[in-house]
């Protein structure tokens, strides 16, 4: 298994589970030290340098990797908040670049190696920001949005080749990129509160999402999004004020 953006947060996480599920691990990351600290720590890794932009880049590092691997877990990605209206176009160009045109690369490279090798299973870290706006994070949405349509779209054209491609969904996790937004308290309580399971996800939960569809209990899944969020993506009526009395709740007047 080649595991993306895997030097910290739900990559890191990721490898680790599946170095104690006996797979070699290719940890790989844009910063070597990350990618080298975490590899080393594993029974069966190998620390993997490359941006995920970089199609030759991705060549060396499955070459370094030795063989094709039997899962490739799209982890990598980056964000840049602010409010559209004022968003640089340099900050555009790098969330899309990262989050959705380094994917396409890493799966096209890797698919070729999987299809060669008989198949495989892709897994894509799409978003709940894909799936419901998010104020300040809209290159961010339409980057995880676009990846689960892209998901799609490689699970027709590439299901013939033996490989599946589904993607996870987090919500809000308490690890890797979003840490630091849970270091402010009142934003951590707001949206504990907010989840109908009554806490933040862990990077071990999107562990186990991305466990269950690389492995064969999940093997006749293919092309779907697996939303790991407590139900918050679909508690929007829930955090509207609730009359205090539902008697007249329902009534008509065409009697």
């Not at 679909?234 to 609730?242: D, I, Q």
Request: net charge negative.
């Amino acid at each position: 298994m080649i595991v993306t953006g895997a030097g910290a947060g739900i990559g890191e996480s990721i490898a680790r589970r599946a170095d104690d599920a006996g797979y070699k691990v290719g940890v790989l990351d844009v910063n070597n030290e990350a990618a080298e600290e975490v590899a080393s720590s594993l029974a069966n890794g190998v620390a993997l340098h490359a941006s995920t932009t970089d199609p030759g880049q991705i060549e060396q590092a499955l070459d370094m990797f030795g063989e094709a691997p039997d899962a490739l877990v799209n982890n990598a990605g980056i964000v840049r908040f602010g409010p559209l209206i004022n968003l640089s176009i340099d900050d555009w160009r790098s969330v899309l670049e990262v989050n959705l045109s380094g994917v396409f690369i890493c799966s096209q490279v890797v698919a070729g190696r999987m299809r060669e090798n008989g198949g495989g299973s892709i897994v894509n870290m799409t978003s709940i920001a894909g799936i419901q706006p998010n104020v300040n994070g809209g290159s961010y949405g339409a980057a995880k949005a676009g990846l689960h349509l892209l998901t799609r779209q490689m699970s027709v054209e590439w299901g013939e080749f033996g490989i599946r491609v589904n993607s996870v969904a987090p919500g809000f996790i308490d690890g890797g990129m979003s840490a630091p937004i849970f270091q402010d308290l009142e934003i951590r309580s707001t949206r504990e509160e907010r989840v109908p399971s009554g806490r933040l996800g862990t990077v071990e939960d999107i562990a186990s999402a991305v466990m269950f569809l690389c492995s064969e209990e999940g093997a006749y899944i293919n092309g779907n999004q697996l939303v790991v969020d407590g139900s918050v993506t679909n508690s929007l009526m829930a955090s509207f004020p609730r009359p205090k009395s539902v008697d007249s709740v329902g009534g008509g007047d065409s009697q």
